[in-house]
Nanobody, 115 residues
């Protein structure tokens, strides 16, 4: 089992930056993939960025060139650097760990981008 704790959300003006961090309760190198999803009011949860244990990454088209996912194996963290934020990035952001047949989720952190 994996516990995930997110931090770093908040309120920012359009064009600003935020960095989200997700700390896992176990060694992340053993986890198949970790990533960030988001859910805006009235919308389905969607993938934002994901990084596999082999180093490959996937990004939603809407965030390519603006967001970067990275990990720190020593700290067991996966971060999401978000630059040039837009009002449409406003959502609750969730950390995810995919391990075998299981998916684990954090409690979510709110990101609000004002215009």
């Amino acid at each position: 089992q994996v516990q995930l704790v997110e931090s770093g959300g908040g309120l920012v003006q359009a064009g600003g930056s935020l960095r989200l961090s997700c700390e896992a309760s176990r060694r992340i190198y053993a986890i198949d993939a970790m990533g960030w999803y988001r859910q805006a009011p009235g919308k389905q949860r969607e993938l934002v960025a994901r990084r596999t244990s082999r180093g490959s990454t996937d990004y939603a088209d809407s965030v390519k060139g603006r967001f970067t996912i990275s990990r720190d194996v020593a700290k067991n963290t996966v971060d999401l650097q978000m630059n040039n934020l837009k009002p449409e990035d406003t959502a609750i952001y969730y950390c995810n760990a995919a391990w075998g047949i299981y998916d684990y989720w954090g409690q979510g952190t709110q990101v609000t981008v004002s215009s």
